[in-house]
């Protein structure tokens, strides 16, 4: 075969070469490669992310128009629930361990994770509870639809009475993704703390590193609370039991603790390690190291703190005693400090820089100026007072589609184009990554910023049909919503014919500063293999003229070779 | 890989320090303007609580607008005037940090949210619209009243609110029923939240007011409207299929209006209420049923006052 330019190490290994005969069959198999496996997360991820955006353009067209029309509002409710578990927990978490596989061992050295087969069962876990939870939709009575909370007792009503339901089949597809993510939080904490390069003390980790071992830590913290609580739910609808019911003694309230105990810190789960991603573009195109590193680092151990004694802010007006409120409202404020503190770090880096606006970055610094308004929103919304008005409104909608799509999605998007070269071997096309994001931000904007009116107005969220006086923000907002849709057509493009016949990649293209960097395009399967190089300075010391690694030429022109 | 990079010029020149002190002026008078725009971004104001809700708000927005055009200024600014020539390979000022500014945007935001949490707790403390929530025992059909906690300070009430799979009925001390909630102007008034089936909540956008009802237990919950008027009250809490319809009227009115209100309406024989979620099931029923489960609506409650839900609301 014409497979002889290839490094032989690449070829003899299990890693996919563009060209190479028959390499894509291994990403249907149980391969303990993390950077298979991260391309299966974020294969099956972006599939996933592709299906939840076409159940929310269906809900954009039932609200362009005040009265329920479009659909019956039962079909709506699913919908609505469907499309946040989906995007929850099909895309963003699955998308995020894509990037935890691809990237920690490469940043820090490792050959793979510290638990191969671990990470490869966690990973097939994800595609068994997405058939569960996509089998809901054709057991009678539909799918689970009482919103990604499925705060009892609406979620355990169960009209048909029958054992297996829509909402029995949710309960389990979360449980099964709970497990699935300590699964991978114990691997990916293991693997930073036990398998970094020689010299590679924790301050010397670049920042994905540290937000990604800050967001693992949370999963192990909180997920036991979610999964049983789930579990507890799993009781109470079927097989009689009344955690939750206050017919046999229980308190629906009690599920809102454990529930939010861990969705609460969720959020940092999925923005910490975007908050990694932004670090690693914005100093790559600024030409320039970090502004205030360790700060910065830091921080996100400060956020995983207080990320856990903030989650009584969604429960304001749930009957929570004064004295809660005020405590709660002031951890939640405190939050503010250390995010405000990697922002400014972020605009200091961008001082003085030589900016360079290719797709990562336009993504990034779009996705940062979205995450400065949506995390003024986000203490409008930590204001006890307000959020007694604005709370359960589209503000909140507003608000958390800011974070989750217009911060996180930029960023996941920025990381994806950012690591493209690397890990498929391939350059993608500048012009449609530039396409991508205009219509991105554009389609974004329209649909979640107008939604911050009708939240103040006083419309409540998930609703079916609503008053007509805010039919003009869901007019805007539904344009915005078909405009994403269409802003993922160049990028499916991009994504799949660079994938098949862009132009090689170098070794490091962007000229960047890390350990991946030195390793061939893509990477072989034990990356470094036997000679692991020594980090000898901090990482993004762009201009210090400072080598990363000892004997560093070795590694570059090793690289270069493949 | 370039090593040597100018120096950063020490000190800020005096027309330097000038362009930016105006530019931070102009930036406070547009944060300024936009914090008295956030008042007409909300609906009228009709309770005691509006006013501190309102006022807090602009705060916030008139900060967040100073935050957010000195952030995105300054990216914007970064943009056009550090962006790399093409063909441009070079490094940037190797800047690592400066501890001393790395310390003040810790402690100034530290200090700004910490004054706004105590000035909402403040708030909150002033409002005391939440009283005690007391559990009463749904096996045994306890009646809510029994455990209670009345407030005080009330002038009118207690006015039972009872919720349901959808709808809204108001139980007053007179025994009166009614489909929508009449309240007398500048009293305070107290209710008794409660729920038949699952979660609930009582929200009035013009009092900028909302509760949880939660089934099980029962909630003191005290307003004092200010401003005459047909408001709308929206369940704001998901509670399944028609949650969306159940919505029903708060008419505030004065003094006067609403004591002949409460002494006609008690003569009234009682009718079936208002009950969105029984309309719009009867369709789907004359439909074949189609669409995913859902639980059958409760019954209308029988009540004095059915109210009139075609009546035009002004928030």
């Known amino acids: ?562 | 890989m370039t090593s040597t990079t100018p120096k950063p010029k020490k000190g800020l020149s005096l027309r330097l320090i000038l362009i930016l002190l105006s530019l931070v002026g102009l930036n406070l008078l547009v944060s300024l303007q936009i914090a008295q725009w956030s008042f007409s971004w909300l609906p009228v104001a009709a309770s005691t609580a509006a006013p501190y809700v309102d006022g807090l708000f602009s705060l916030e927005v008139g900060m967040g607008a100073f935050l957010f055009n000195g952030c995105v200024g300054f990216i914007l600014w970064s943009v056009i005037a550090n962006r790399a020539e093409k063909y441009d390979e070079s490094d940037g000022l190797p800047i690592e940090g400066n501890t001393k500014l790395e310390i003040i945007w810790t402690v100034i935001p530290f200090i700004i949210v910490m004054a706004l949490a105590i000035y909402s707790i403040d708030v909150n403390g002033k409002l005391d619209t939440l009283g005690p929530k007391n559990k009463y025992d749904v096996a045994e059909n306890q009646s809510p009243k029994t455990v209670a906690s009345l407030d005080g300070l009330s002038e009118v009430g207690p006015i039972e609110v009872i919720s349901r799979q959808w709808n809204w009925e108001f139980v007053y001390p007179n025994g009166v029923r009614s489909s929508e909630l009449h309240l007398p102007i500048d009293q305070r008034a107290n209710f008794l939240l409660t729920s038949k089936d699952v979660i609930h909540s009582f929200y009035i956008p013009a009092f900028r007011l909302k509760q949880d009802i939660i089934p099980g237990s029962v909630i003191s919950y005290s307003i004092t409207p200010t401003r005459e008027g047909r408001y709308r009250l929206r369940d704001a809490h998901f509670s399944g299929a028609y949650f969306s319809e159940n919505q029903t009227h708060v008419i505030v009115q004065s003094k006067d209006d609403y004591a002949s209100w409460l002494q006609s309406t008690n003569e009234r024989p009682l009718v079936p209420g208002l009950s969105p979620g029984t309309v719009q099931y009867q369709k789907r029923l004359s439909k074949g049923n189609k669409g995913w489960a859902t639980v059958p609506p409760a019954p209308p409650p029988m009540v004095n006052d059915p109210g009139n839900p075609d009546d035009p609301h002004e928030a």
């Open chain 1, 1 to 562: 075969m014409t497979s002889t330019k290839y490094d032989p190490r690449i070829l003899k290994t299990q890693h996919p070469v563009p060209g190479a005969p028959d390499n894509w069959k291994r990403f249907f198999t149980f391969n303990t490669d993390a950077k298979v496996i991260g391309i299966q997360y974020m294969c099956l991820a972006l599939i996933f992310l592709l299906i939840g955006g076409l159940l929310a353009m269906v809900m954009r067209g039932e609200l362009i128009t005040p009265p329920a029309d479009l659909v019956d509002p039962s079909v709506y409710n699913g919908l609505y629930t469907m499309h946040g578990t989906i995007m929850l927990f099909l895309f963003l978490f699955p998308v995020l361990n894509g990037f935890n596989n691809l990237l920690i061992p490469t940043m820090i050295g490792a050959p793979d994770m510290a638990f191969p087969k671990l990470n490869a069962a966690a990973f097939w876990l994800v595609p068994v509870f997405a058939i569960v939870l996509l089998a809901s939709f054709f057991v009678p009575g539909g799918p689970a639809s009482s919103g990604w909370w499925s705060y009892p007792p609406v979620s355990i009503q169960n009209p048909l009475g029958h054992f297996i339901n829509g909402q029995f089949l949710w309960i389990l597809a979360v449980a099964l993704s709970g497990v699935s993510s300590i699964m991978g939080a114990v691997n990916f904490v293991t693997t930073i703390i036990r398998m970094r390069a020689p010299g590679m003390g924790y301050f010397r980790m670049p920042v994905f590193i540290w937000t990604a071992w800050a967001a693992q830590t949370l999963q192990l913290i909180g997920l036991p609370a979610l999964t049983g609580g789930a579990i507890m739910l799993l009781f109470d609808l079927s097989f009689g039991t009344s955690f939750f019911l206050p017919e046999g003694g229980g308190d629906p309230v009690l599920y809102q603790h454990f529930f939010w105990f861990y969705s609460h810190p969720a959020v940092y789960v999925m923005v910490l390690p975007v908050f990694g991603i932004f670090s690693e573009v914005i100093t790559v195109y600024s030409r320039k190291p970090l502004f205030g590193y360790k700060f910065v680092a830091l921080a996100s151990f400060i956020i995983t703190f207080l990320g856990l004694i903030v989650w009584v802010h969604h429960m304001f007006y749930s009957g929570t005693p004064q004295w809660m409120r005020n405590l709660f409202m002031v951890t939640t404020m405190l939050i503010a400090v250390p995010t405000g503190v990697k922002v400014f770090a972020w605009l200091g880096t961008l001082w003085g820089g030589k900016i360079r606006l290719s797709t990562p970055m336009l993504f990034v610094l779009g996705g940062l100026i979205n995450f400065i308004f949506g995390g003024i929103t986000g203490v409008m919304l930590g204001t006890a007072p307000i959020d007694i008005h604005v709370g359960n409104t589209y503000f909140v909608v507003a608000h958390f589609h800011y974070i989750i799509f217009n911060t996180i999605g930029f960023g996941i998007f920025a990381g994806i184009y950012h690591w493209f070269p690397k890990f498929t071997g391939r350059m993608y096309y500048e012009g449609l990554g530039k396409v991508h994001f205009v219509l991105t931000f554009i389609g974004a904007t329209l649909n979640w910023l107008p939604l911050h009116w009708a939240g103040l107005l006083g419309m409540p969220r998930r609703v079916a049909s609503y008053d007509p006086e805010f039919a003009i923000w869901n007019v805007i907002a539904s344009i915005g919503a078909f405009m994403l849709g269409v802003a993922s057509i160049p990028f499916i493009l991009n994504i799949v014919s660079s994938w098949v016949r862009g132009p090689k990649a170098p070794a490091n293209p962007w000229n960047a500063i890390g350990l991946e960097w030195l390793l061939p395009s893509p990477p072989p399967a034990e990356n470094f293999e036997d000679d692991v190089p020594t980090v000898i300075s901090e990482p993004y010391g762009y201009g210090l003229g400072k080598p990363l690694v000892e004997d560093q030429n070795f590694y570059v022109r090793r690289s270069m070779e493949a």
